[in-house]
């Protein structure tokens, strides 16, 4: 199992210009998520998928549309960069476990630096 | 908006435990509490959780108090691998909302 798989690694942008993050996992999870984390800072969740089909605003969505195309996969758009958008972006899938509790996989991340 | 408050950073010395407490003094009865740890700029790592009763598993024991507005990560015998960010999160069904969490330093 690769896991939750993020491509690419690093990016940089100029302001204005847009990109797509693409997510994968391997996991057969059903709900898959976006964060940033901002340099010193915790995670954000900016969209999330709770199922295929599914999409739904987090904390923090301005600036970002998703996509989820098929089970594996969720993917993140930024359509006109702005240097606020200078982050670390992590996906990541989840696992029910017993009750209502759920265990979050993470990839890599993907930096990006927009000027 | 994070539910927890957690000290900003603490060291701990190699071979001793580490014990990392968190606030949640706001918890409501159905949410869970979760502990996860980010070593460098990894992606974060599940370490462990639990709803009433304190939990134990092979990384870490969780306990948490009976009125649950506070529990505590103990890691029984610290090494320097376990340096780390480590985030006490407050939730419920499959959303999360993590803190700025506590940096762990483990000391040669």
């Known amino acids: 199992n690769a896991g939750v798989t993020q491509t690419p690694k690093f990016q940089v942008l100029k302001t204005g210009q847009s990109m797509t993050l693409q997510c994968a996992q391997d996991m057969n999870h059903n709900s898959m998520y976006w964060y940033r984390q901002d340099p010193g800072m915790g995670l954000r969740l900016i969209y999330y998928?709770?199922?295929?089909?599914?999409?739904d605003k987090g904390e923090v969505p301005n600036g970002y549309n998703v996509s989820r195309l098929n089970k594996r996969e969720f993917s993140l758009r930024l359509e006109s960069a702005a240097p606020s958008q200078t982050s670390v972006y992590f996906c990541a899938s989840s696992l029910r476990l017993a009750g209502d509790a759920y265990e979050q996989y993470f990839g890599p991340g993907t930096r990006l630096t927009v000027t | 908006d994070a539910k927890t408050t957690q000290p900003p950073s603490m060291d701990c010395a190699e071979g001793r435990a580490a014990n990392l407490p968190c606030n949640h003094s706001?918890?409501?009865?159905?949410?869970?509490v979760y502990w996860y740890r980010q070593i460098h700029s990894q992606g974060p790592q599940y370490i462990i959780h639990g709803l009433k009763n304190n939990e134990t598993n092979e990384m870490a024991s969780l306990i948490i108090t009976e009125d649950r507005k506070s529990s505590t990560l103990i890691l029984p015998h610290a090494t320097l691998r376990d340096t780390a960010v480590y985030y006490c999160i407050v939730g419920v069904s499959n959303q999360f909302y993590f803190g700025t969490g506590t940096s762990l330093t483990v000391i040669p």
């Open positions: 706001t918890i409501s009865g159905n949410e869970y």
């Open positions: 998928s709770a199922s295929e089909g599914t999409t």
